[in-house]
């Protein structure tokens, strides 16, 4: 990463001068305090400092992390073990948050639950970051036709309401995990294309852009050296504000049952609609789903936002 | 300003060609097969080939595509369902005013919450009311919207002996009793969109009440009352009306939602039935109808943008 540090002026303290407005905005808003930490360790100081919301969500966040990693270690049951005489029981010693319609114990469930978040979270994310970036810096550094037919494309996808289309595909495909993970990225890299580009476009004019055109660099060299490490802070602040999204929307699409297929336990799929018959019986099935996505939901967005403020200011709202 | 709009409505074109070139290519590139399992499952026809021959499947993409497109602009013909064929424009169109009605009651809400709580917030701010109205913002974005419709669904029943309406009466009959169906999923789904809408009414207003005409009401002796609501409130209320305009999508995707939860007959719960039988035309032509919308509403907002302030004309 030693190519990052320098060409974007955060790591090294105070730049003498601030190489870019994103690399100005985040030494303003994150170096002040410290010019020794580096800046990825300044943010969790400063977040720890400032934002006690954003600590309480990343508490959450690592949570999650920690049931998702340590799942097969701390439930006792598996996801899918089925126990038919123990069904729709409340609460008890054994199943502290209740069993479903068929016996299967719902806490491990939740906890299974958060790694199938996570994994299609994350992946998701992770896909459209990358699609994102190459699209967004592409079309800002190429600019002319290239970019106007690019972005007439990238209009037309936004005009369909996000959840629609994403039915519709997945309805097709079918559902899978990996099916959905694939989907919301693509979705997720076609929309935060367009933030990166307006990044991209503005710090394309920047001088130091110019010289290092001047003295000979490529495409690659520019575009991989000097203007994506730029992005970087941005695609950050895009990534974990679109994480709660991608999950809400993995949920949604799981329980319409486009989703991760059964026997996966989802807090999407837990909810779903085709369930719901089950639940005049056993209301602790509704709660502990909705309550399960809504602290994760609540977590990220507080992340996110602690995240974004101390990274870049200039996206601020919403 | 006239060659503005021209230029506009010029721009629009374009990108809803590419919008049903993507739905097209979308519904004849993925694998899933509706003959087979029309033939199989419910000897729609005595065999495949016959079947697809009668859908017109049989004949090259581009013929396919000419067609479906060719009917839309030429005789506003948006095609049969495969497995009613009845016009799927009818339905629409039949179908309709349950989900503008869902909409339009949801932004009622959603608004009328978001904005009080964000005045509130705004006027006292760093008060005991603020936090309140900005944990409850927080709450509203953090609840899943089909995780509360479940909720109230299932909940009151149990504990209530309360149940949801499940016959939908159109407003044409009985406006009273149609209101009754319609305000629990409009309450639902609007109370978790009011989060985003109080943020941005916060925000906004702060930065308005700081301007220096706000200073010149107040030095006027004018009250707070006059100040906020008749002074403050109207400018900043732009960000506020765009974030609706931008959301207007996700009303109409959640609405497939608490559509298909609350049994209301409108496009959203006709779009998700067509999904599950996999019925390509309805599919297709819902996506399309409904992108063409969206683009229409943007292309309003931003001529509406371009009536208010003549700057943007000349750009």
């Known amino acids: ?318 | 300003m006239k060659r503005y709009v021209l230029r506009r409505v010029a721009l629009a074109i374009p990108t809803l060609f590419l919008v049903s070139v993507i739905v097209f290519a979308m519904m004849r590139l993925m694998p899933g097969d509706v003959a087979t399992r029309m033939v199989e499952g419910h000897a729609y026809a005595p065999t495949l080939a016959a079947l697809r021959h009668d859908l017109g499947l049989d004949r090259p993409a581009y013929v396919q595509y000419g067609e479906w497109i060719g009917g839309i602009v030429l005789r506003g013909d948006f095609g049969n369902s495969y497995w009613t064929r009845q016009p799927i424009l009818d339905e629409f169109v039949r179908r309709f005013p349950v989900t503008l009605e869902l909409a339009a009651l949801t932004i009622f809400v959603s608004v009328v919450i978001g904005i009080f709580v964000g005045i509130v917030s705004a006027v006292r701010q760093d008060t005991a009311s603020d936090y309140i109205g900005r944990i409850l913002a927080i709450l509203a974005l953090s609840v899943p919207y089909f995780g509360l419709a479940v909720l109230v669904v299932v909940l009151p029943s149990i504990y209530f002996k309360w149940t949801p309406v499940w016959t939908y009466i159109p407003i044409t009959r009985d406006p009273l009793e149609n209101l009754k169906i319609m305000i629990v999923p409009a309450l639902v789904f609007g109370v978790t969109r009011a989060g985003p809408i109080m943020r941005i009414m916060r925000s906004s207003l702060l930065d308005v009440l700081r301007q220096e005409y706000i200073r010149t009401a107040w030095s006027k002796g004018l009250s707070e009352r006059t100040i906020v609501l008749r002074h403050a409130l109207k400018n900043a209320m732009i960000p506020v009306i765009s974030l609706i305009g931008l959301q207007t999508p996700l009303y109409i995707g959640g609405s497939v939602i608490i559509e298909a939860i609350f049994r209301l007959p409108g496009v959203g719960l006709f779009f998700f039935e067509a999904l599950t039988k996999l019925d390509y035309p309805v599919v297709q032509s819902v996506n399309l109808i409904i992108a063409a919308m969206v683009v229409g509403l943007n292309l309003l907002i931003d001529l509406s943008y371009a009536v208010l302030d003549p700057r943007i004309r000349y750009r």
């Open chain 1, 1 to 318: 990463m030693r190519f990052w540090t320098r060409a974007s002026g955060i790591g090294r303290g105070a730049p003498a001068l601030p190489t870019s407005s994103v690399g100005a905005a985040v030494a303003v808003a994150v170096a002040r305090p410290s010019r020794t930490r580096p800046w990825y360790v300044d943010v969790w100081v400063q977040m720890l400092r400032r934002k006690p919301l954003g600590t309480i969500g990343g508490a959450i966040v690592v949570a999650m992390l920690a049931a998702a990693v340590l799942a097969d270690l701390v439930t006792p049951y598996g996801f899918a073990q089925t126990s038919l005489p123990e069904r729709f029981i409340a609460v008890n010693g054994a199943h502290w948050l209740g069993t479903d319609q068929l016996g299967r114990d719902l806490l491990t469930r939740l906890i299974y639950g958060a790694r199938i978040s996570l994994y299609v979270g994350f992946g998701a994310v992770l896909l459209g970051c990358v699609l994102a970036t190459t699209i967004g810096v592409l079309s800002a550094y190429f600019g002319g036709r290239f970019d106007l037919w690019l972005q007439r494309g990238v209009d037309a996808w936004m005009a369909f309401p996000p959840l629609l289309l994403l039915m519709s595909i997945m309805s097709l495909l079918g559902p899978s995990v990996w099916n959905i993970t694939a989907v919301l990225g693509v979705a997720f890299g076609i929309q935060n294309s367009r933030i990166v580009r307006g990044v991209a476009l503005s710090i394309k004019e920047y001088t130091y852009v110019e010289s290092a055109r001047a003295l000979g660099s490529g495409h690659v060299r520019i575009t991989m050296g000097h203007i994506l490490p730029n992005v970087l802070p941005t695609i950050i602040v895009v990534a974990t504000t679109g994480l709660s999204t991608v999950i809400l929307t993995e949920a949604s699409l799981s329980f319409l049952g486009l989703g991760v297929p059964p026997p996966y336990p989802t807090w999407g799929g837990m909810l779903s609609l085709a369930g719901l018959d089950h639940m005049y019986q056993a209301p602790w099935l509704a709660i502990w789903p909705a309550v399960a996505l809504s602290l994760a939901v609540f977590g990220f967005n507080m992340l996110g936002d602690a995240l974004r403020d101390l990274l870049d200011p200039r996206l601020k709202g919403g």
